[in-house]
């Protein structure tokens, strides 16, 4: 037998490991929540939102011939959003609730006008999602022309 009798540091080896672990856990779980929706390249925000609970998620992403519009994670087309929007509202939506907007970076400006109408023309609340500006690098191609 090599190890001596009272290995001393031996027994707290596990018990580091374990607060190790636990350690890295509470520092990557915020990275691991997803957010409702689909992936789209948000453009950059200087402003953060507070957390929300009750909220509906309405995408615009790039498509092939027009934009995908998505509401949660079901693909919608824009007559659809319009019904699913007064369908919430008769079943009891609060008044004011409010709806995330995340807008592609390359969604038109029109299709995004056409969703930012229907939602608050039905009494829902809005706020458009962005990317934070501060970790977000920005592109010579995305600032103003002199």
Known sequence: MTLPERPGLLHAVPILNLFAL??????????????????????PSRFQLERFQETLVVTLGPGETEPRIHLGREAVTLAELSARLDQLRATG??????????????????????????????????????????????????????
């Open 22 to 43: 636990l350690w890295l856990l509470l520092l990557l779980s915020p990275l691991l929540l997803r957010q409702s929706g689909v992936a789209v390249e948000l453009p």
């Open 93 to 146: 939506a609060p008044a004011k609730a409010l709806v995330l907007l995340q807008t592609d970076t390359g969604t038109p400006v029109g299709i995004e006008r056409q969703v930012i109408e229907q939602v608050l023309g039905r009494g829902f609340r809005l706020a458009m999602v962005g990317a934070n500006a501060s970790t977000t690098p920005v592109t010579e191609s995305s600032s103003m022309p002199e």
